[in-house]
């Protein structure tokens, strides 16, 4: 269930959850995603992010409308990247972006939604 992420210091609890799981199991995004976040906030529409939230736990799913049109976050195990999906989880991917992915080409990304 979609939780609005409406401060900063919920937004650092997501963030916390999302550096331990990449720390331990998705190294190829662990620094993309400290970008991301900063993107994401950069970009963002005056709608909250969202989060996905299970038994009370943040997961590493977010939302986020960027110039009116919502997208949505997430880890790809199969590709060990980070999706960014057009509306929901089951979007077309827009962008695939991992720790190879340079800072410049992520404003870019950015720069375009």
């Known amino acids: 269930m979609p939780t609005p992420v409406r401060d900063v210091d919920l937004l650092q609890r997501y963030l916390e959850g999302v550096m331990i799981r990449a720390d331990h199991h998705a190294g190829s995004v662990n620094e993309i995603a400290l ?14 992010i969202e989060v ?31 999706e960014i999906r057009q509306g929901t989880t089951r979007g077309a991917v827009l962008h695939s972006l991992t720790n190879a992915t340079p800072l410049s080409e992520l404003r870019r990304i950015f720069q375009s939604l």
């Open 52 to 82: 996905m939230a299970h038994d009370g736990d943040m997961k590493n799913v977010l939302w986020v409308k960027i110039s009116g049109q919502r997208y949505a976050f997430s880890y790809n195990h199969k590709s060990g990247a980070i």
């Open 35 to 48: 970008a991301i976040t900063g993107a994401i906030v950069w970009r963002k529409d005056a709608d909250p």
